[in-house]
């Protein structure tokens, strides 16, 4: 009856979680697009317009989203959303409240597709951080950097790919131009099975990249500024939309801000080599700064490990424990503490410097 879901992702473990809303009458659909508490859902009997009333949670974090598998009235004007099925993944973020808040992006992901544009300056900062959010959220990164047509000479954008692999341990890195069809066999072989999200800032190319995918004109696509490559809003919701490889596409706006949400798993995963030197280090909480028997930076002076990785590094497990210390009051607290030891220790060391002179 339901094999109608099959191309969005319906299997029978979806369908066993359903089964207790079978008996209430209801459909299974999954949600393509929300918009200020309605949401489009693709069930066996088409698309159908749902308000989403009866699952408002007090938790923002289980707010119905993109991806969601559903049960949903089966008639009526209006239809309502009843349940929402447990989530297998979640992409999230933290919001730019100053509350300690996530935002799901996208649900039931299987691949991470973060979209990185070749035309301007790489950001390999921004692309470990996105990576962070990727892996925390269970899905499995790839890395596309897009507009390889700007990048002619062939040294050059080899280059530009080992750097990012460098940044990337253990993820896919393409070069695609979907301009003129270049590398994307590749993708599409990739994301030809499962729920598969596109991620990245305004001017990537995720609308061009999403049309080529899906094989026609479904997103409207803007020009990119020169001056920085950055483009407006072309998408300005989430939109699930099906590829005819196989596989389910979800295109996402534009990200300005990527905020860690208690995505510390995630943090070590794309700093995978930092930790387990760690692992080596005199001290179990070394810092990695100044402490005696650090193997962190032995490796960088001795050049195994760039300096750019380990401030990366550094500045996101700070903003990391941060965002959890915000609703963790043992841990704000530790955190006060040894903000306050390492203030007297450099105060001391200044001091002692001094009657050195």
């Known amino acids: 009856m339901f094999s109608a879901l099959a191309p ?9 979680a359903f089964a207790p809303h079978t008996a209430d009458g209801l ?5 393509i697009r929300v918009d200020r508490g309605q949401c489009d859902i693709v069930t066996v009997g088409g698309t159908v317009r749902a308000d989403t009333e009866f699952v408002v949670p007090r938790d923002p974090m289980k707010v119905v989203c993109t991806g969601d598998w559903v049960a ?4 009526g004007d209006p239809r309502y959303v009843r349940a929402c099925l447990p989530r297998r993944t979640a992409f999230v973020r933290s919001t730019s409240s100053k509350r300690s808040e996530g935002q799901i992006l996208a649900a039931n992901v299987d691949h991470a597709v973060i979209a990185v544009s070749l035309a301007v300056e790489l950001d390999l900062g921004r692309v470990e951080r996105f990576l962070a959010l990727a892996w925390e959220s269970g899905a499995q990164p790839v890395v596309v950097l897009t507009k390889a047509d700007l990048v002619p000479d062939p040294v050059t954008l080899a280059h530009l790919v080992q750097d990012v692999e460098t940044s990337a341990p253990g993820v896919p890195v393409l070069t695609v131009s979907a301009l ?30 999403a049309n080529a995918l899906v094989g026609t004109d479904v997103m409207d696509v803007q020009a990119a500024r020169d001056v920085d490559g950055k483009g407006r809003h072309t998408t300005t919701t989430r939109n699930l939309l099906a590829l005819p490889s196989g596989g389910v596409l979800i295109d996402t706006p534009g990200l300005r801000g990527v905020g860690l949400y208690d995505a510390g798993s995630g943090v070590g995963q794309v700093f995978s080599e930092i930790e387990q030197l760690a692992e080596r280090c005199r001290f179990h909480d070394c810092a990695h700064e100044t402490e005696p028997g650090c193997a962190v930076r032995s490796a960088v002076d001795g050049g195994e490990l760039p300096v750019r990785r380990l401030e990366s590094y550094r500045k996101l497990v700070r ?22 030891r390492k203030g007297a220790e450099g105060r001391a ?6 009657g050195r002179r």
Request: without cysteine.
């Open 180 to 209: 003129h069809g270049e590398g994307l066999d590749v993708l599409v072989a990739l994301v030809g099975s499962g729920t598969s999200v596109l991620l990245g800032q305004s001017g990537a190319g995720k609308s061009t990249l």
């Open 319 to 340: 903003e990391n424990q941060w965002i959890v210390a915000k609703t963790d009051a043992r841990l704000r607290s530790e955190i006060k503490k040894d903000w306050k």
């Open 72 to 75: 949903v009235d089966p008639g």
């Open 349 to 354: 060391a200044m001091q002692a410097k001094r």
């Open 27 to 31: 459909l299974p659909g999954r949600v």
């Open 8 to 16: 969005y992702g319906w299997d029978e473990d979806w369908a066993d």
